[in-house]
C-alpha cells in the first residue's frame, strides 16, 4: 500500500503546469513548420479539388499523427538518440538507417528544399521569367553563404530570432487563411491525377513528403530534454509530458494544413495549377494584399527557412562528426553547405521529385521502428523480432523505392524488378497503394512475437 501511494505521489509531483507543456509544444512545433509544411498542402489542394477532406485526411495521418507517434516512440524508448533505438535490430544498421534519415532531412532534399522554397514563395514573384534560373542561382548562394556563416558561429541571435519569426509566420499565415475562407479566390475544381479515385490513400502518401515523421525521430531527444529540465525524470511522466505537448504541436500544424490546403483548392480556378505548390502562397498574398502582402511573405518565409537551414546544417555535422572524429565539425558544415547549394540549384520541383523515391523506401522503415518500440515489451524487447520485422519491410519498401525512381525518371522498370514486382502486386494487399508493406509487418511481429514468448516460457 506504501509503495502504490509513493507512486502515486510521484506522479502528481511529475505534472507540470498547462503553460509549461505549451511552452515545450509551441517549440515542437517551430521544429517542424518547415520549408515542406507550406507547400505540399497548397499542392494537394490544387490537385485534390473536390476531394480535398479525405485527401487532407490521409495527408494529417502521415503529417501530423506521424511525427506525434515518433515523439512519443523515443520518449517510450528511454533511448538516448535514434542510432541506440535503431541499435535494436543491428549495430550496423543503426549507422545506416541514422545516416540516412540525416542525409534526407540534411543535405540531400530538406536542407537544399529551404533555399528554394524561400525563392519560389519570396523571391520569383519580383524576377523576370527569363531570369528564373540565374535568380535561383544568385539567391542560393547567399542564402546558403549566411547559413555557412551563422552554422560555423552558432549563436543565440538565430534561436532568438527563430522565436520572433515563427509566431510572425503564423500570425501572417493565419491573417492570411481567414482571409481565404471569408472571401475565397475561386470555385474548388475537379480533382487531377491520382486524386480522382483513392484521394486519400494519395493524400496519406504525400504526407510522407514534409519529413516530419523521420525528423520527429530526431527532435524527440530534444524535447525530451526540455521536459527533463522542467524536473520531470520518471518514464511516466516524461511520456505524460510528451503527449500533451506533441499534442499542441500537431494541433498547430494540422490546422495550418487544413487551411493551405484550402487556400490551394480555392486558388485553381484564379491561377491554375502549380507546378510545385510554391507560387501558390505568393499569389495568394498578392490576390489579397497586393505588393506589401508580397514583400512582408518573402521576408519572413526567408529568414524562416534560414534558420531551418542553419540547425539542419548544424544537427547533421553534429553527428557525422561522431561516425567520423577525424573530420572536424567546420569541415563537415563546408561539405554539407557547399552539397546543399548544389542541390538547390536543381530547382523545386526536381528536388520533390527526386525525394520521393527515398521516403517510399524509408518511411515504411522508420514507421515500422515506431510500432515496434510501443510493441517492444509485449515480446521482451528480442532482437529477433526486431530483425526480421525490419528485413520484411525493407524488401517490400526497396522495390517501393525503385519503383517510384523509374516512374520519377519516366523509364521502364529495370527487367530484374519485374518478376519481384509482380510477385507482390498479386500477393500483397495495398501493395499498388504503396502500402504493401504494412500488412506483412504486422505479420512477422505477430507471428514472431508469439514464438519468442513461446520459447521463453519453455525454458
Known amino acids: 500500500m506504501f509503495k502504490a501511494s509513493k507512486k502515486g505521489t510521484d506522479m502528481m509531483n511529475e505534472k507540470l503546469p498547462f503553460s509549461k507543456y505549451t511552452a515545450i509544444g509551441v517549440m515542437l512545433f517551430a521544429l517542424f513548420f518547415g520549408a515542406g509544411n507550406l507547400i505540399f498542402p497548397a499542392l494537394l489542394g490544387q490537385n485534390a479539388g473536390t476531394n480535398l477532406w479525405p485527401a487532407v485526411a490521409g495527408f494529417l495521418i502521415t503529417g501530423v499523427g506521424l511525427p506525434l507517434l515518433g515523439i512519443l516512440a523515443m520518449g517510450f524508448s528511454g533511448s538516448r538518440n535514434l542510432q541506440e533505438l535503431a541499435s535494436r535490430v543491428n549495430p550496423i544498421y543503426a549507422i545506416f538507417f541514422t545516416s540516412l534519415l540525416y542525409l534526407t532531412i540534411g543535405p540531400f532534399f530538406a536542407l537544399p528544399r529551404t533555399g528554394t522554397v524561400a525563392y519560389e ?159 501558390v502562397l505568393s499569389n495568394a498574398a498578392s490576390y489579397y494584399f497586393g505588393t506589401f502582402g508580397l514583400i512582408l511573405l518573402a521576408l519572413l518565409i526567408t529568414l524562416a527557412c534560414l534558420t531551418t537551414a542553419i540547425g539542419l546544417v548544424t544537427a547533421c555535422a553534429e553527428y557525422f562528426q561522431t561516425l567520423f572524429p577525424r573530420f572536424s565539425y567546420k569541415s563537415l558544415v563546408f561539405f ?34 515506431m510500432l515496434l518500440t510501443f510493441l517492444s515489451p509485449l515480446f521482451n524487447h528480442k532482437r529477433i523480432v526486431y530483425i526480421l520485422t525490419i528485413a520484411a519491410t525493407f524488401l517490400i519498401s526497396i522495390f517501393d523505392g525503385l519503383k517510384s525512381l523509374c516512374q520519377s525518371l519516366e523509364i521502364d522498370y529495370f527487367g530484374w524488378m519485374m518478376p519481384i514486382v509482380s510477385f507482390y502486386e498479386k500477393t500483397l494487399p495495398l501493395y499498388n497503394e504503396g502500402l504493401g508493406w504494412l500488412l506483412p509487418a504486422l505479420v512477422v511481429i505477430i507471428i514472431t512475437a508469439v514464438v519468442s514468448r513461446l520459447l521463453r516460457a519453455s525454458k
Request: net charge neutral; charged share 5%; no cysteine.
Open 121 to 279: 514563395v519570396g523571391i520569383t514573384p519580383f524576377v523576370s521569367e527569363g531570369f528564373h534560373q540565374g535568380g535561383l542561382l544568385i539567391f542560393t548562394l547567399l542564402f546558403f553563404i549566411i547559413t555557412l556563416w551563422f552554422s560555423l558561429n552558432p549563436a543565440k541571435i538565430v534561436d532568438n530570432v527563430g522565436k520572433i519569426l515563427a509566431p510572425g509566420l503564423v500570425i501572417l499565415l493565419v491573417i492570411l487563411l481567414v482571409t481565404v475562407v471569408i472571401r475565397p479566390m475561386g470555385t474548388i475544381q475537379a480533382p487531377v491525377g491520382n486524386y480522382t479515385n483513392g484521394a486519400f490513400v494519395k493524400g496519406f502518401l504525400d504526407g510522407y513528403n514534409t519529413m516530419d515523421a523521420i525528423a520527429s525521430l530526431v527532435f524527440g531527444i530534444i524535447v525530451i530534454n526540455s521536459v527533463r529540465s522542467f524536473g520531470i525524470t520518471t518514464k511516466g511522466g516524461i511520456i505524460r509530458a510528451t503527449t500533451i505537448s506533441g499534442l499542441i504541436a500537431i494541433s498547430l500544424l494540422a490546422a495550418i494544413y487544413i487551411g493551405i490546403a484550402y487556400m490551394g483548392a480555392t486558388s485553381t480556378e484564379a491561377f491554375g495549377l502549380s507546378e510545385n505548390g510554391g507560387p
Open 336 to 369: 554539407f553547405v557547399t552539397i546543399s547549394f548544389i542541390f538547390a540549384n536543381f530547382g523545386l520541383t526536381n528536388i520533390i521529385t527526386f525525394s520521393v523515391p527515398v521516403l517510399m523506401f524509408l518511411y515504411p522503415l522508420a514507421i515500422v521502428l
